[in-house]
Structure formats: C-alpha cells, structure tokens
C-alpha cells in the first residue's frame, strides 16, 4: 500500500532522516504492544502490528535505495551479499531466539527486549554520516509517481526483474514450518523449541551459501540456482514427517536462498536508472512482500483444503521452476548487463 509513497519520499529527502523517524516509529509500536492484554483488544494488536510493519518495510526500501546511491555495482553485488546474509540470519535466528525467550521470560518482556535492541540501533545510526544529500527535485510527489509507471513501461526490462525477484517470496515458509510442528513434532518437543531450531538450522544455510556460492555466480549460473532451490525444497517435503531429517534439509533450503534474493536484487538495481533508486526498489519491495503474503496465505489454504504438507511445499518447489523458466525467457528477450 505504501510503496507508490514512499519511493516518492525516499527519492525526494534525506535518507537518514527518514531513517531516524522509521525505528522512532518501531520502537513506540513495540513499546504499545504491551498494553494488549486481553481478547478485546485485538484490533489495538492488528493496528500496532499493521503500524510496526509498515515502517520496517519502508525502512529497508531506504537501505536498499541507500546501497545503491553509496557503492559501485561490483561492490554492490557484494554489500547485498553481506546484507542478506546479515538480514537473513537476524530474522531467522531472530524467530528461533525470540521463541526461546518467550518460553523462558514471557511476551511482554519479550517486548521490552524488542524494543531496546531498536534503541541500540537508533544510537548506531545517529553516529553514522552517510555524506549523501537528497536530490533536488521539483515535482509533486503524483507527479513523480506518474513519472515510475512510465518508466517502468519505457523499460520493460525494469519490471520483469522486479517480478523475477518476487519469486523468491516463494521462500516465505514461515506458516508451513508452523504447520510442521503442529502436526509432525509437538508430541515429541515443545513447540517453541522446535520452531526455535527449524529457523536456527535454516539460518546456517541461509549465512553459509552466499559465503561458498557468491564468487561463483553470474547471469547465465542463476539459472541453476532457481533449480536448486527447487530440487531442495522438493527433497525437503519428503523428510518434513522426520523433525531430524527436516532440520539437516532445512539448511539445504536456505543454502541457495541468499545468493537467490542478492543476485535479483543486484541485476535489478544494476538496470535502473539513478534517478528512479527509490521509487523502483519501493515497487520491488511490493511485489516481494506480495508473493511473500501469498505464500503464507495459500499455505492455509491448501492445508484447510486437505492438501498434506509435503504437497503444499512441492507446490512452493514449482514456484522456482517456473522462476526457472521466466528467467531463460528474459534472457532470451533482453540483454542483461552482467557486473561480474
């Protein structure tokens, strides 16, 4: 909803600025959160958790457009190596450690905990200068968005990445994992701890893969890794009744993961123009986030509709294939600017 927004705020002012104001925001949800005590007031929960999100997503399309305006495109492929690895690590071992927690010392002090880690970022990023001033521009910010649509139909290309990027929200298996331990562990380990380790051992593969795949990778190698992908959550729905087996599978999942999301997002950044970072990252990001809410949302449908969940996640598998394939045909169609 608010990615027309922002992209037009992210290109129009002073980054650090926006930044401030996103984790001040992030840090007065989470604080709310501990007055919801009670059933009636789910709607005070949906509305903080609605407020907490937005500005995490708006906070990362400004990192993201940051990176872009700071660094090169072979440094950039490497700084988004780096920050998936950092992102993908801190939200899974985040959920693994936070479920650990909440079993030791409860919600709400959960809570607190929460929100002084994003004080603790808050200080971090006052003292850094990223020495970028905001562009100047005129326009109104309808304008600017009328501008991005034609931009974006002007250079197709532009569009089809964002949409091949999307495809990795196919890895969203958040509410299938939750699945799996309702239906397949929690006789045999509380659900807490093993929600804790399914995310810790995705975790591993997610910080090694980039580390052993990233100096190898280019346009026409890509390919491969959309196979992988799906070859490795194929072979994960066969072990998903094992909790031993599913976790040592789990970081075969997430070993391609990373280099996935980097090198889309390079190849992306890499054929935008500079004056269109933010706005076009901000579209990305929706797309992404979209397939991302998709994934879970038809993971309860199919469950709800009988399907088992090893059907469920190798209809998430052909996900990848058919990213597969819409890759092959981009590079069929386009030229893609290789920055390796």
Wanted: glycine residues 6%; hydrophobic residues 55%; contains cysteine.
């Amino acid at each position: 909803l608010q990615a027309p927004f922002s992209g037009s705020v992210i290109d129009r002012y002073s980054p650090k600025k926006i930044m401030v104001m996103l984790i001040i925001i992030e840090i007065l949800a989470t604080l709310l959160l501990i007055l919801v005590t009670d059933i009636s007031q789910l709607w005070m929960l949906f509305i903080l958790i609605f407020v907490r999100m937005g500005a995490s997503s708006f906070y990362f399309t400004v990192e993201m457009s940051l990176l872009q305006r700071l660094l090169s495109t072979k440094k950039l492929q490497l700084a988004n190596e780096i920050h998936s690895i950092i992102w993908s690590f801190s939200y899974t071992v985040g959920m693994a450690i936070s479920c650990f927690v909440v079993y030791l010392i409860g919600v709400y002090m959960a809570f607190a905990l929460d929100a002084l880690l994003f004080c603790f970022a808050l200080l971090l990023l006052l003292r850094i200068d990223f020495n970028l001033k905001p562009a100047d521009v005129t326009e109104g910010f309808f304008t600017m968005m009328g501008e991005s649509f034609r931009y974006m139909r002007n250079n197709p290309i532009v569009l089809h990445l964002m949409l091949l990027h999307a495809f990795v929200g196919f890895t969203a298996f958040d509410a299938l994992v939750a699945l799996m331990v309702d239906h397949y562990y929690a006789a045999i380990i509380a659900t807490a701890l093993a929600l804790g380790l399914m995310h810790t051992f995705r975790a591993i593969g997610l910080v090694i893969g980039p580390m052993i795949l990233g100096p190898y990778m280019n346009n026409k190698r890509l390919l491969y890794i959309f196979m992988f992908q799906a070859l490795s959550v194929m072979l994960w729905s066969l072990t998903l009744h094992n909790f031993y087996f599913s976790l040592l599978v789990s970081i075969v999942v997430g070993f391609s993961t990373t280099t996935m999301w980097s090198y889309t997002y390079t190849l992306l950044q890499h054929h935008t123009d500079p004056a269109y970072y933010g706005r076009i990252v901000a579209y990305n990001d929706m797309f992404f986030l979209l397939v991302g809410a998709g994934v879970s949302l038809m993971t309860g449908i199919l469950y709800e509709f009988g399907l088992r969940l090893q059907g469920i996640a190798t209809v998430f598998s052909l996900g990848f294939i058919l990213a597969a394939f819409y890759y092959k045909w981009i590079k069929s169609r386009f030229t893609l600017k290789d920055f390796k």
